[in-house]
């Protein structure tokens, strides 16, 4: 029993089929962990105009906070904590896209220091917002080669397992596609810059 629940898993993910040159094979994915390095960490954050509050026992005072103020201040405890302000560019097409009905900037800050990226986000400032993070991984020649053994050896062992189940064993490899890039963009939603990305390849094996 714990074969056949076996067999029907990989089936439902794999393919035992025929080439058209009537040579028999099973193909398979082969995924693992990637091994890649970081190369830099990219932020859109956008400043605004914004209305404070100030809760009075009598009443409710309503302040317009403009723009240049906002910067002002979120700047100033960015340099309080030793981040570089120069390092900001501009992007005035983004702010524009938004359609924005009050005075503001998205500004693009690049850093190739997790500690840099790290204190950025965690600096809250009213009237400013990180509308995007970014991560930007990049493959050298040498973590590929050691990504591609390790996804042919988890796809070898899934058609070994196909194979042996069907009473057959595999031969050669027949065909591989490589489904990666060497750089890999990944934007984040939540803090996580030790999200962990996948090596995927597909392989036949000719059958035995």
Do not use: C, W
């Not at 714990?2 to 089936?11: M, R, S, W």
């Not at 524009?96 to 900037?105: F, P």
């Not at 490589?178 to 810059?193: C, F, G, Q, S, V």
């Amino acid at each position: 029993m714990k074969n056949l629940i076996v067999h029907i898993i990989f089936l439902a993910t794999t393919m035992l089929t025929f080439a058209q040159e009537n040579i028999p094979y099973i193909e398979v994915s082969g995924i693992v962990n990637t091994e890649m390095t970081t190369e830099r960490y990219v932020l859109n954050i956008e400043i605004t105009d914004f209305i404070k509050y100030d809760n009075l026992p009598e009443n409710v005072n309503k302040q317009v906070v403009k723009f240049l103020k906002t910067k002002e201040n979120y700047f100033k405890k960015l340099k309080d904590v030793g981040i570089d302000t120069e390092k900001f560019i501009e992007n005035p097409i983004i702010y524009r896209a938004y359609d924005k009905d009050k005075e503001g900037a998205t500004y693009i800050y690049e850093t190739t220091s997790e500690k840099e990226y790290i204190k950025l986000v965690n600096i809250k400032s009213e009237g400013v917002d990180i509308i995007s993070r970014t991560i930007i991984f990049k493959m050298s020649d040498e973590q590929r080669a050691k990504n591609l053994m390790k996804a042919l050896e988890n796809a070898k062992h899934k058609a070994q397992v196909i194979a042996s189940n069907s009473g057959r064993k595999i031969g050669e490899i027949i065909m591989i596609i490589d489904h990666n890039r060497n750089t890999i963009k990944e934007t984040l939603y939540y803090l996580n810059p030790d999200r962990e990305n996948q090596y995927y390849i597909t392989v036949r094996f000719k059958i035995i």
